[in-house]
């Protein structure tokens, strides 16, 4: 039953945001600074991967695919894998340059407001939700912070560029950018997250919710070599 998974799901991230919170005041940085590199593995990506299944399952998306735009949009890039991420972060602030991976909520929604108020662009959390073309969906800059928020709006967001593109591949790459070049590049990085996240037993089996159209295949599909 749907609804019995959803509760269960509900239960397990209400247990590991509590666990999280309270780590998190045991790893924030003393003096602000943004972390160069994401926080403890024990720590790293829980909230974004439970509340991603959870946004997942209620809008009919795959879990998998789901989790691993979390892992593209939040997760550090790893440099001697540059097809590779950590999972994904839930305090991460995005700039021009690159993500900033933050410690704290708190370290986090101070640099991007601190970013707002001087017009420059910014992501923001778990999903990378672009402040200037979704912003409005969201009372507040925090709210657009919050894990739940930003999941279930990136999980409405994902399932409506379904249902314009009729599959998940074009909708993946459109999540990132209606620009073809951008899409099909952000598709490698995707399909390198599935094949990451599969190799680690990382997935949901079987967890597609209400599966829009078609079964989702295995991964994406790369672009074909020019």
Known sequence: CQSRGI???????RAVTFTLIVASSQVAAADGTARSGPPARSLDGAICNAW??????EAGIPVELMRAIATVESGRRDEARPHRSH???PWTIGTGSGGQWFATATEALVFAQSRVATGQPV??????????WHGRAFGSLEEMLSPDRNARYAARFLAALYD???DWTRAA????????????????????????????DYTTP???GRERGAAFPLVP???AAA
């Open 164 to 166: 314009e593109f009729g």
């Open 173 to 200: 790459a459109a999540y990132h950018s209606r620009t073809p070049e951008h899409g099909r590049a952000y598709l490698v990085r995707l399909v390198a997250a599935l094949e990451s996240a599969r190799d680690a």
């Open 123 to 132: 992501d923001v959390g778990c999903f990378q939700l672009n402040y200037r």
């Open 7 to 13: 509760t269960a799901a509900r239960q397990s991230v």
């Open 87 to 89: 999972a994904a972060w």
């Open 221 to 223: 599909e790369r672009p």
């Open 52 to 57: 991603a299944t959870i946004a997942a399952t």
């Open 206 to 208: 079987g967890r597609t």
